[in-house]
């Protein structure tokens, strides 16, 4: 949802191209993160659907690594929107 939002964004307030590459980057690398995320928890409950501390402590890394990129992608929309937004509002 929140590339949608962001892709809107740049449509309506122009951004440029090289704006553009820094969100379609940010954009990618958190579904990237999300699918090796996904990948990650497939393979620990493929190996064994017994909990074990390893197996939760690998899908905590994997899904702090879809956090951790959703926060550098809601930065990168910041440091591009926020000033343009800014500049209509004031």
Not at 12 to 19: A, T
């Amino acid at each position: 949802m929140a590339g949608v939002i962001a892709v809107a964004l740049g449509l309506l307030l122009r951004i440029s191209p090289v704006e553009w590459c820094c969100i379609v980057l940010a954009i990618t690398i958190v579904f990237a993160c999300e699918a090796v995320n996904t990948a990650i928890e497939f393979i620990v409950d493929r190996i064994s659907l017994e909990h074990h501390l390893l197996s939760g402590k690998a899908k905590d890394v994997a899904a702090a690594a879809v956090l951790i990129s959703a926060i550098g992608a809601a930065a990168t929309g910041a440091i591009i929107f926020g000033p343009k937004i800014w500049r209509l509002v004031f």
